[in-house]
């Protein structure tokens, strides 16, 4: 893993989720620190960083979140915005609060992302992202598996969890990010498979079947 060595401080908005690059997040705003965050990102500008928050702690990962739009701010100060994944950083250390503010920040390093060539082939990936969504029943089908950061809107589709999530994050090689969302695919197909066929004897109990043939 590499990272930029010269470090930024970034108002930091920790929350139960994990913002890709590239991903759009609505948000209600309601809290008073970060009712203030926002307006003071909305009126200079400045980005803010989105580490996971989970199990009790921030993460050490996050990334850097731009604000594109207030849609509306109500009378007691409630905001709905829409904001937007930039960066990968590393979070060297927290300020809660940040001085004269109410809202932390944290000292964060950009992770320099290396978009090499796939060890995975698209056709396999697409293979066991079509078998994960038919054995769900989803209906879903993505169209395009040649896009940037494929890895990380993969990981939103195929039942990451927040950790899992976050481990990818942490990931600066595309071909290592993507490589990580076909083993959990193979993890996860076989389990689901076994889902499908204990519904189909639940279902079958006390019946009787009429079952195919073969020659031998």
């Known amino acids: 893993m590499s990272d930029k060595t010269e470090s930024t401080f970034l108002p930091l908005f920790p929350l139960q989720t994990v913002v890709f690059p590239g991903e759009k997040l609505k948000l209600h705003i309601f809290e008073?620190?970060?009712?203030?965050?926002?307006?003071?990102?909305?009126?200079?500008?400045?980005?803010?960083?989105?580490?996971?928050?989970?199990?009790?702690?921030?993460?050490?990962?996050?990334?850097?979140?731009?604000?594109?739009?207030i849609f509306a701010v109500d009378e007691n100060g409630e905001?709905?915005?829409l904001t937007e994944g930039r960066r990968v950083f590393r979070l060297l250390h927290v300020v809660n609060p940040v001085p004269d503010k109410l809202y932390p920040g944290g000292e964060v390093v950009f992770l320099e992302d290396e978009m090499d060539v796939p060890e995975v082939s698209t056709e396999e990936l697409k293979k066991a992202f079509d078998d994960f969504h038919a054995l769900l029943q989803t209906g879903y089908r993505r169209k395009n598996f040649n896009v940037r950061h494929l890895s990380f809107q993969l990981a939103q589709e195929v039942g990451f969890t927040l950790e899992q999530k976050?481990?990818?994050?942490?990931?600066?090689?595309?071909?290592?990010?993507?490589?990580?969302?076909?083993?959990?695919?193979?993890?996860?197909?076989?389990?689901?498979?076994?889902?499908?066929?204990?519904?189909?004897?639940?279902?079958?109990?006390?019946?009787?079947?009429?079952?195919?043939?073969?020659?031998l």
């Open 32 to 69: 008073p620190r970060y009712k203030q965050l926002i307006q003071d990102c909305s009126a200079t500008g400045q980005s803010f960083g989105v580490p996971a928050f989970m199990k009790g702690k921030i993460s050490d990962y996050g990334t850097e979140v731009a604000l594109l739009t």
């Open 79 to 81: 905001m709905d915005i």
């Open 166 to 215: 976050v481990e990818l994050l942490a990931v600066t090689k595309e071909s290592e990010r993507l490589r990580m969302v076909l083993q959990h695919l193979r993890r996860a197909i076989p389990v689901l498979e076994a889902a499908q066929e204990a519904k189909y004897r639940t279902r079958k109990n006390g019946k009787f079947l009429r079952l195919e043939t073969f020659d």
